[in-house]
T-cell receptor, first 115, second 111 residues
Framework: AQSVTQPDIHITVSEGASLELRCNYSYGATPYLFWYVQSPGQGLQLLLKYFSGDTLVQGIKGFEAEFKRSQSSFNLRKPSVHWSDAAEYFCAVGAQESNTGKLIFGQGTTLQVKP | NAGVTQTPKFQVLKTGQSMTLQCAQDMNHNSMYWYRQDPGMGLRLIYYSASEGTTDKGEVPNGYNVSRLNKREFSLRLESAAPSQTSVYFC??????????FGDGTRLSIL
């Protein structure tokens, strides 16, 4: 079955500390992968995406993610977290052969940043 | 500002009532999407439109209909609202298979 798992429902980090949000997927087709961020009361914003090529992907707001096919993972990282990064983060996977936008979303990870 | 605009932002309905959620984008994207977001379940695709004139069912289409009025507009209709449709609804636009820009959502409560 196709699925996306974000093992951490809630994470708290101190401002300035490094961050890693985990994402594991189970997908039969060749996947493409996304990370989105959602601030309270707002829609989702695309942080970054992976289709092919370099497995380390750079995104907006200083985020990066690494695709590891052998581990079926696409973890999101940031070297130094800012208070404004507090939000909910969603990992999503879709099929490269498809143009449907039928992404499967994880349940989300809520990030809290301590001063 | 460029982006995806959804109306209304909030709505309360009684069971059995109908309503249409409106969505418009001004980024010249071909594809548009409707998702619902429920606590602990991430986002689930209701319907999508790969291009003007086409619509297809997503993961949870039952109880909904859509209309791709033109390239800019993609509406979602609840014909007979049910409490199970209480949710936050998001419209998105983007390129093939890539919802890139989301609206701020419509918070819908059905009593």
């Amino acid at each position: 079955a196709q699925s996306v798992t974000q093992p951490d429902i809630h994470i708290t980090v101190s401002e300035g500390a490094s961050l890693e949000l985990r994402c594991n997927y189970s997908y039969g087709a060749t996947p493409y992968l996304f990370w989105y961020v959602q601030s309270p009361g707002q829609g989702l914003q695309l942080l970054l995406k992976y289709f092919s090529g370099d497995t380390l992907v750079q995104g907006i707001k200083g985020f990066e993610a690494e695709f590891k096919r052998s581990q079926s993972s696409f973890n999101l990282r940031k070297p130094s977290v800012h208070w404004s990064d507090a939000a909910e983060y969603f990992c999503a996977v879709g099929a490269q052969e498809s143009n449907t936008g039928k992404l499967i979303f994880g349940q989300g990870t809520t990030l809290q940043v301590k001063p | 500002n460029a982006g995806v605009t959804q109306t209304p932002k909030f709505q309360v309905l009684k069971t059995g009532q109908s309503m249409t959620l409106q969505c418009a984008q001004d980024m010249n994207h071909n594809s548009m999407y409707w998702y619902r977001q429920d606590p602990g379940m991430g986002l689930r695709l209701i319907y999508y439109s790969a291009s003007e004139g086409t619509t297809d069912k997503g993961e949870v289409p039952n109880g909904y209909n859509v209309s791709r009025l033109n390239k800019r507009e993609f509406s979602l209709r609840l014909e007979s609202a049910a409490p199970s449709q209480t949710s936050v609804y998001f419209c998105a636009s983007g390129f093939r298979g890539q919802p890139q820009h989301f609206g701020d959502g419509t918070r819908l409560s059905i009593l």
